[in-house]
T-cell receptor, first 115, second 109 residues
């Protein structure tokens, strides 16, 4: 049973470009979470999705960031018009049920560098 | 901020010694989880303790939870060089995990 998959593992973008980060949850998991980690800091919650639904996006910046988890295919975190401050590691996690009551399993992360 | 804090921020010990890390949090919780992160890698889930539990063991790991003090501790016994990593506590709050700031553990051979 493959774990949570994320791609790309590393992504370099110039300011103003778009970044698309993909996350495939573990088999049988229908809950996906995105977190951001700045250097030397802990993870900060961004968004919680179930298939075709955004459940909680309280941690998402209001502009330029969006997330989706379609019926088919991976979850996508999209950052438009990236700025240097977006440089961070972005982690995806998945769980079978509500992640607060169940263990969340994390992917290896995507490290975004904005030049 | 809802973010918890961990203490100490960094810890260096010799192989064979025990390592204790503490976590304090601010909100009521459903559970508390501990994760390990090796440098430049993703998070590995270590242990989950529910709010109605006081202590839990898993191999060389021992976790305690004191909800009255809003604190938890992670004890790693007989540490090994391979335990070198950052350790984070995360509290389950509504539908998300709130992570602490982490403790960087270095175990010298």
């Amino acid at each position: 049973n493959a774990g949570v998959m994320q791609n790309p593992r590393h992504l370099v973008r110039r300011r103003g470009q778009e970044a698309r980060l993909r996350c495939s949850p573990m088999k049988g998991h229908s809950h996906v979470y995105w977190y951001r980690q700045l250097p030397e800091e802990g993870l900060k919650f961004m968004v919680y999705l179930q298939k075709e639904n955004i459940i909680d996006e309280s941690g998402m910046p209001k502009e330029r960031f969006s997330a989706e988890f379609p019926k088919e295919g991976p979850s996508i975190l999209r950052i438009q018009q990236v700025v240097r401050g977006d440089s961070a590691a972005y982690f995806c996690a998945s769980s079978r049920f509500d992640g607060v009551l169940e263990t969340q399993y994390f992917g290896p992360g995507t490290r975004l560098l904005v030049l | 901020s809802q973010q918890g804090e961990e203490d100490p921020q960094a810890l260096s010990i010799q192989e064979g010694e025990n390592a204790t890390m503490n976590c304090s949090y601010k909100t009521s919780i459903n559970n508390l989880q501990w994760y390990r992160q090796n440098s430049g890698r993703g998070l590995v889930h270590l242990i989950l303790i529910r709010s109605n539990e006081r202590e839990k063991h898993s191999g060389r790991l021992r976790v305690t939870l004191d909800t009255s003090k809003k604190s938890s501790s992670l004890l790693i016994t007989a540490s090994r060089a391979a335990d070198t990593a950052s350790y984070f506590c995360a509290t389950g709050f509504r539908d998300k995990l709130i992570f602490g700031t982490g403790t960087r553990l270095q175990v010298f051979p």
